[in-house]
């Protein structure tokens, strides 16, 4: 079982600064790509930026130059540093790891954190 927990969303004012993480637990052989999604209610779920086992990293345009996605594979932690926040960004977050197993691999999601920007 593999369990993903996020935490450092919360309510931040227009230009401000908000660090998520989601570490990785349970019988974990190895983390291949890990990511972070936004998704607004009645809306799907968006790709917000991507980070490779070789840490090539791939971000929405929306946030190119404000956000920075980040892993400490010691850790099994992804993080995503958010700068310059805007109103638009506001939206739950959702942590996105594509775990190895001697098997195969499997996608896991996080639970979700709310982040909140406002004007």
């Known amino acids: 079982q593999v369990q993903l927990v996020e935490s450092g969303g919360g309510l931040v004012q227009a230009g401000g600064s908000l660090r998520l993480s989601c570490a990785a637990s349970g019988s974990i052989f190895s983390i291949n790509s890990m990511g972070w999604y936004r998704q607004a209610p009645g809306k799907q779920r968006d790709l917000v930026a991507t980070?490779?086992?070789?840490?090539?990293?791939n971000y929405a345009d929306s946030v190119k130059g404000r956000f920075t996605i980040s892993r400490d594979n010691a850790k099994n932690t992804v993080y995503l540093q958010m700068n310059s926040l805007k109103p638009e960004d506001t939206d739950v977050y959702y942590c996105?790891?594509?775990?190895?197993?001697?098997?195969?691999?499997?996608?896991?999601w996080g639970q979700g954190t709310q982040v909140t920007v406002s004007s």
């Open positions: 996105n790891c594509n775990v190895g197993f001697r098997w195969g691999s499997r996608n896991y």
């Open positions: 980070i490779t086992t070789g840490n090539s990293t």
